[in-house]
Each structure stands twice: as structure tokens, then as C-alpha cells.
């Protein structure tokens, strides 16, 4: 290992002088993230720090079931990825139109024509950056198509999931504003569907997962018996209150925009495999890691194609992105230029990750 905080492996045992030493480095790391957990009362917490490329230092904090006593383990508490969904969506994408078997400009309808017409194009280079006019959450009205079904989780079809929103009308003309959207999400990942010719989930697990040995990433199908899943905590007026499973939104729809799910080290495993290359080729990282500013600028937030991209005044670029959901909240961040990241997963649904991951890459430079 060449990298500083990955010779604490080396140096554990021997004592270090120097201020900055490794272990220096990792006990102001160690001393931030507990003043945190301390000041945001996260149940908990597990922290995955890349430096030159590779996973150098990795910790639990508190419970991954506090009432059980059973504490977070980064390599085995499985966490929800919630929107971090959406970069794995987006390389999945980008990876097929290298292949030439997705046009990115090419109307989605062209492959998914159960998609009703909008009156206007949209593509899926629309999709990636947020500018399709998909409706979200609450910025639009949500239309769900009225169905019966034959199979008990017809939604883990990500066509079939499309009857979710696919009759709402569209927030904007597509290409002209910036609309976070993760219903636009999930049309992606039933285009890549259709373009790959192949089960989006087996795309992603095949293309991704399996050549970053990302073990015990997954879709997060409440149907199925995942070991070792997180107990998710709210909090209101101050108290903190475990998640009853009733309570516990079923995810499945939503594969493609914030339904899958694994430790936090097979969230820095994707992360590594990013800073190193190993899943897109310069000219595709180039495309995802920059802006893409729309024509009406209002609203709009510095994302890329799956990412959000941080430019900061003096400092090196961050690319990364964040996510919200029941049971989780979770923020990956990296410096490409440097190899640095750092990996976040709670199970305290009202933490910000994302802020502590921000705090943490000043920590590791």
C-alpha cells in the first residue's frame, strides 16, 4: 500500500511522533466523526475513508439495532443506498451507450414505448442530468396508473414500475430545466433495460457489482430475507423512535432512483472502482463530472450525469451524491484527482451525512 492513512495497517503497533503520522490522521478522523454522532444523537453510524484508491480504514459507531445491542459493522450492516442509486443507474446507462447500444438523444420512447407520449422528446441524456421534466415527489402531480396484477411484486419489473408516475404530467419542457427527479430515475433504468436487453438488476450486478466485488450489494426487496438489515430510526420533538416495519416503505419500484442496498464497504468498493476507472472510459468520466447547465438556470443544482459536482473556490473538485430515505441516510464523496473518499451509512434518518463526509475529506487531504 502506498498511501498514508493505509499504512496505520503497517504502523499499528509502533509508535508515531509526527503530528501528521497516520495515526494522527485517523484519530482526528476517529475524534470528528464522534463529535458528530454526539451532536446529530445518531443510533448508528458506519465510515468508509479511500485514499490513493483503496479502502484504508474503516469503523462502526453505535447500533445497527439498538434495542438488540447489535452494533454497526461496516462490512456486514446492510444499509439502504437510497439515491446513491442513481449513479449506479447512470454508469449502467453510460455504459451501454459506449457499447453503441444507447443513443443517449434518441427519444426514450424508442425503447420503451409503454412510456406515453408527452407531447415532446425526451432522451435519456435528459434523464441523467435531471432536465426530462419527470415529475418528483411533490413538485407536480403524481399519476399512478390503476392496475390489476398477477404477480405478488409486479414493481420489481422496472417497466412494469412505471405505472407508478407514468401518466403524470411532465414538471417542464424536457432539456430546458434542471427538476431533481427519481421517478426520471426509474425510466433510465427501464431504458437500460430494453437497450441492454437484459434485467436491469442482472445489468447492474453483472457490469458493476460482480467486477468491484461488491459481495452483498443488492436490491432491497422487502420480500426476501436480507441478513443483517439495519433497524431505521425517527426522530420528532427530540425523541428517538425505532422504525416499525409496517412503516418501512417497500423500495422495490424505485430500483433505478433509490432501492438497493448493502454494507458500507461495498458502497467504497463502487466508490474505488470509480476513482480507478475500472467501470467507464476518461471521456465518459469527463461527461458524468461535469455540470450540465440547462437554459433556465433557476432551480438548478451542479449535477453531471448521475452526480452532483462540487467545484470549491481554491480546492480540489468533489464529485459524489447523497441519500434520503426511511431507515437511511447515506453520502458518498470523492476527489478524483487526489483518490480520496469517503463512504457514509445511518440508520438515523434525520443525519447529515452528507455535511460529515464534506468535514471528513478536509481531515484526510
Known amino acids: 500500500m502506498k498511501c498514508p492513512l493505509a499504512l496505520l495497517l503497517l504502523l499499528a503497533t509502533t509508535p508515531v511522533i509526527a503530528q501528521d503520522s497516520p495515526h494522527a490522521r485517523v484519530d482526528r478522523v476517529d475524534a470528528v466523526v464522534r463529535a458528530e454522532i454526539t451532536r446529530q444523537q445518531m443510533v448508528g453510524l458506519a465510515v468508509v475513508v479511500i485514499d490513493d484508491g483503496e479502502i484504508v480504514w474503516t469503523k462502526g459507531y453505535g447500533f445497527a439495532d439498538r434495542e438488540k445491542a447489535v452494533p454497526v459493522d461496516p462490512a456486514v450492516t446492510q444499509f439502504r443506498w437510497a439515491s446513491i442509486s442513481k449513479p449506479v443507474t447512470a454508469i449502467a446507462a453510460l455504459q451501454l451507450a459506449e457499447k453503441g447500444l444507447l443513443d443517449l438523444d434518441a427519444d426514450v420512447r424508442t425503447y420503451v414505448p ?26 407536480g402531480p403524481v399519476v399512478r396508473t390503476e392496475k390489476q396484477y398477477s404477480t405478488p411484486h409486479p414493481f420489481a419489473d422496472v417497466v412494469v414500475a412505471l405505472d407508478q408516475f407514468k401518466d403524470s404530467p411532465l414538471v417542464h419542457q424536457p432539456g430546458t430545466r434542471y427538476a431533481y427527479s427519481t421517478h426520471g430515475y426509474i425510466l433510465l433504468s427501464a431504458v437500460v433495460e430494453r437497450a441492454g436487453k437484459q434485467r436491469f438488476a442482472d445489468q447492474v450486478r453483472e457490469r458493476i457489482a460482480e467486477p468491484l466485488g461488491m459481495a452483498d450489494f443488492r436490491p432491497d426487496y422487502q420480500w426476501e430475507d436480507i441478513p443483517n438489515r439495519a433497524v431505521g430510526y425517527s426522530r420528532q420533538d427530540g425523541v428517538i423512535r425505532r422504525r416499525p416495519d409496517d412503516q418501512v416503505e417497500d423500495v422495490s419500484w424505485k430500483l433505478g432512483g433509490g432501492g438497493f442496498t448493502s454494507p458500507a464497504t461495498d458502497l467504497a468498493d463502487f466508490g474505488v ?13 469527463r461527461l ?7 437554459a433556465d438556470p433557476e432551480g438548478a443544482k451542479p449535477y453531471g450525469f448521475g452526480f452532483f459536482v462540487i467545484d470549491r473556490p481554491g480546492r480540489v473538485k468533489l464529485v459524489g451524491h447523497d441519500g434520503a430515505q426511511a431507515k437511511a441516510k447515506t453520502a458518498l464523496l470523492l476527489d478524483p484527482k487526489n483518490k ?14 452528507m455535511k460529515l463526509a464534506m468535514i471528513l475529506m478536509d481531515e484526510i487531504r
Do not use: C
Open 114 to 139: 409503454e412510456f406515453p407520449d408527452k407531447g415532446a422528446k425526451i432522451s435519456a441524456r435528459d434523464l441523467l442530468r435531471h432536465q426530462g421534466g419527470i415529475v418528483h415527489y411533490q413538485n
Open 273 to 285: 472502482g470509480l476513482l480507478r476507472r475500472k467501470l467507464v472510459s476518461e471521456e465518459t468520466e
Open 288 to 294: 458524468m463530472w461535469t455540470v450540465n447547465k440547462p
Open 340 to 353: 480520496k473518499g469517503i463512504a457514509l451509512m445511518t440508520n438515523s434518518e434525520w443525519a447529515d451525512v
